[in-house]
C-alpha cells in the first residue's frame, strides 16, 4: 500500500480523477448555459491484488465528449501543417518523458492490471521504443512516383493523415498498445482520442499527465487527448461519430465484429482491429536431446504463464510430435508446480492475479467444459482465493471444440500431432491467426513453417515462443484476430491515406488508354 501510494503521488493520480482531457483536464462544463463540475458516474478501479480500490475516475458523458472531439478536430488544423520531422521531434520528447517514469508508471500497470513488474516496466520500455522509432520515422513518410503512360506527365503518390484517430485499447496492455498507435499516427499528423478499458484508468491518466506536460513544454494542445468511460456509452459514440475518420480498436474478437460492423455502416471509417488470438508452439521430435528442447521449454512457460494467460499471444496450444511429448510434458508440469504465484510487486513472482473475478468464473467455467468435452487436468487449474489461480495444463484431443474459443487464462492444451505436415493442420485450424511458434533443428520444416504451405497468422517464428513481439516488425494477426498491423514495418501507413496525382507538364491533352473524345 505504501508503494501504491508514492507511485500514485509521482504519476498524480488522485484518490478522485476527471475521466476526459483535451489537452486540459475537463473540471467543468456549460451545461444548458450554466457552468457545473463534471458529475459522471464514478469508476472505482481495483487493484486485483489486494481487492482495494486504488483510486476513482469521473467518467466523461455526452458534453466533455463533444469538448474533446470538437478539440481535437480543432488541433488537426494546425497539427497537420507541422513539418512530420517537428511533429517526431514531439514524439521524441514524450519517450525522454516515459524513461523518466519507466519505473512508477511500470509499477502502476502491475498494481492496476495484476502483471508482474517485470512485465509492467517492459510495457512502458516498449513506449519508448516506439516513440523512439516514431521520431525516426517521421522523416520517411515516404510516397512513390510513377512513369504515366502520356508524354510528358508526371504521376505520383503520396500519403495525407486522416484527422482524429481514436483508440480504443484493452486491459491487458493498458499503455503499450496506446504507443503504438498514438506514436505513429501523431508523427503522420493526426489527432488522436483514447478510450482505455475501464479495467485500467489509471494508467491512462498517469500518461495522460505525461502527455500534457510534454505538450504544454511545446505550446501545443489537443494532440492527445483522453476519454474515460463505459465502451456502451463512450466507445459506442466514438465508433459512430462521423467526425472520426480512422479507428484502431485492440480487444476480442466479440466486441471487435461490433465495432468493424458499426464502422462499416458509416463507410468512410477506416480502422484497424487487433483482436483474440489463440496460439501455438509446435514442437518437432527432432529437438530431443539438444539446447533446443531447452528453449522451447522457457518459451512455452513464458508463454502460457506470463501476464497469467492474458495476453493476446499468449500460448494457448501446444502441438508436441509424439516422440517428443512424453519428456516435454513432464518437464513442463515439473516447470508449472515452481511457478510463485502472487503479488506482482515481488520480485521472484512469475505469475500475479487474473484482472477481476469474472475472469476467474470464466477460467473455472471453460475448466468444467474442457473435462465435459474429454480434455483431462494434469495438473493445476485450481482458484486458490480471490483473483488468483493455478495455470492449467491440459491433454486434449485434437478436435475438442473449446479449443477453438480464446480463453483469456492461463490454460494450456497439449495435443499431439504424427508430423510437421499434421501440426500445421492443427496450428491452423482454429478462427483465429495471431501467433505461431515452431521448435525444430531442421531447416525443410523451418522453411515449410513460414512458406504459404504454413503458419496461417500474423506471427510465424521458428525457436521463439509466440509472445514477446519487437516493435520493429508490424504486428497484428489474420482471420478473426481482425486482420490489423500495428507499430513496425509498413503500419505507418495505416494512419494516413493516400493519393495520387497525375501533372501535365506538356502542351497537349492526351486522355488515358489513348482515347479519342472530340476534336484534338
Ligand atoms: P474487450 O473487447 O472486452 O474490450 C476492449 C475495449 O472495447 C475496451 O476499451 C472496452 O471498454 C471497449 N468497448 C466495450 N464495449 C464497446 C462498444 N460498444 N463500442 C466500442 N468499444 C467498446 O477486451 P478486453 O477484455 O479488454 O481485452 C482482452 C481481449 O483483447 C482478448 O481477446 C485479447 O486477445 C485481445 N487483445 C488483442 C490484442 C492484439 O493485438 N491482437 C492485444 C491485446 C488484447
Avoid at 342 to 353: A, F, R
Wanted: proline fraction near 4%; glycine fraction near 10%.
Amino acid at each position: 500500500m505504501k508503494l501504491t501510494k508514492s507511485v500514485l503521488e509521482k504519476l498524480g493520480i488522485e484518490r478522485i480523477n476527471f475521466g476526459a482531457c483535451d489537452g486540459i483536464w475537463i473540471t467543468q462544463v456549460r451545461d444548458n448555459g450554466k457552468l457545473r463540475r463534471c458529475n459522471g458516474d464514478l469508476l472505482p478501479s481495483c487493484d486485483p491484488t489486494t481487492n482495494e480500490i486504488i483510486a476513482y475516475v469521473i467518467q466523461a458523458e455526452a458534453i466533455e465528449y463533444e469538448m474533446v472531439v470538437t478539440e481535437a478536430a480543432r488541433a488537426f488544423l494546425s497539427w497537420r501543417m507541422v513539418p512530420a520531422p517537428k511533429r517526431g521531434e514531439i514524439v521524441r520528447q514524450l519517450g525522454e518523458e516515459l524513461r523518466k517514469h519507466k519505473k512508477e508508471l511500470g509499477a502502476l500497470v502491475s498494481i492496476e492490471m495484476g502483471k508482474i513488474l517485470a512485465e509492467g516496466e517492459g510495457e512502458v520500455q516498449e513506449m519508448i521504443d516506439m516513440c523512439d522509432k516514431a521520431a525516426g520515422m517521421s522523416r520517411d513518410l515516404y510516397g512513390k512516383t510513377m512513369h504515366s503512360e502520356r508524354p510528358e506527365h508526371f504521376m505520383m503518390s503520396q500519403c495525407h493523415p486522416y484527422g482524429i484517430v481514436s483508440i480504443i485499447t484493452a486491459f491487458n496492455f493498458p499503455i503499450a498498445v496506446w504507443a503504438w498507435n498514438a506514436a505513429l499516427a501523431a508523427i503522420c499528423g493526426n489527432t488522436i482520442i483514447w478510450k482505455p478499458s475501464s479495467e485500467t484508468p489509471l494508467c491512462a491518466i498517469a500518461v495522460q499527465h505525461i502527455c500534457n506536460q510534454v505538450m504544454k513544454q511545446n505550446g501545443l494542445s489537443g494532440i492527445f487527448n483522453l476519454l474515460i468511460g463505459k465502451g456502451s456509452d463512450i466507445g459506442e459514440k466514438i465508433i459512430n461519430d462521423e467526425r472520426i475518420p480512422k479507428i484502431s480498436f485492440t480487444g476480442s474478437t466479440k466486441m471487435g465484429t461490433h465495432v468493424e460492423v458499426s464502422c462499416a455502416k458509416r463507410l468512410a471509417a477506416r480502422r484497424i482491429l487487433e483482436l483474440g488470438g489463440n496460439n501455438a508452439v509446435i514442437v518437432l521430435d527432432n529437438v530431443s536431446d539438444s539446447i533446443v528442447f531447452k528453449l522451447a521449454q522457457r518459451a512455452i512457460l513464458f508463454g502460457s504463464v506470463g501476464t497469467a494467460g492474458q495476453r493476446c499471444t499468449t500460448t494457448r496450444r501446444l502441438i508436441m510430435q509424439k516422440k517428443v511429448a512424453p519428456s516435454l510434458t513432464e518437464q513442463l508440469i515439473k516447470a508449472y508446480k515452481q511457478v510463485k504465484i502472487g503479488d506482482p510487486l515481488v520480485e521472484d513472482t512469475l505469475m500475479g492475479p487474473l484482472v477481476n473475478r469474472q475472469e476467474v468464473i470464466n477460467m473455472m467455467t471453460a475448466l468444467e467444459e474442457i473435462k465435459r468435452q474429454g480434455g483431462e487436468v494434469l495438473y493445476g487449474g485450481k482458484h486458490i482465493g480471490d483473483c488468483f489461480v493455478e495455470p492449467a495444463l491440459v491433454r486434449a484431443p485434437k478436435n475438442m471444440p473449446i479449443m477453438r474459443e480464446e480463453t483469456f487464462a492461463p490454460i494450456l492444451y497439449l495435443v499431439e500431432a504424427e508430423n510437421i505436415e499434421e501440426a500445421i493442420e492443427i496450428n491452423n485450424s482454429v478462427p483465429q491467426g495471431l501467433s505461431s511458434s515452431l521448435f525444430t533443428k531442421d531447416l525443410a520444416s523451418a522453411m515449410l513453417f513460414v512458406s504459404h504451405r504454413g503458419s496461417d497468422c500474423g506471427i510465424a517464428n521458428i525457436n521463439v515462443g509466440t509472445s514477446g513481439a519487437e516493435i520493429g516488425g508490424a504486428f497484428g494477426g489474420e482471420k478473426k484476430t481482425g486482420g490489423g498491423r500495428e507499430a513496425g514495418s509498413d503500419a505507418w501507413k495505416e494512419y494516413m491515406w493516400e493519393q495520387t496525382t497525375t501533372i501535365n507538364w506538356s502542351n497537349d491533352l492526351p486522355l488515358a488508354q489513348g482515347i479519342k473524345f472530340g476534336n484534338d
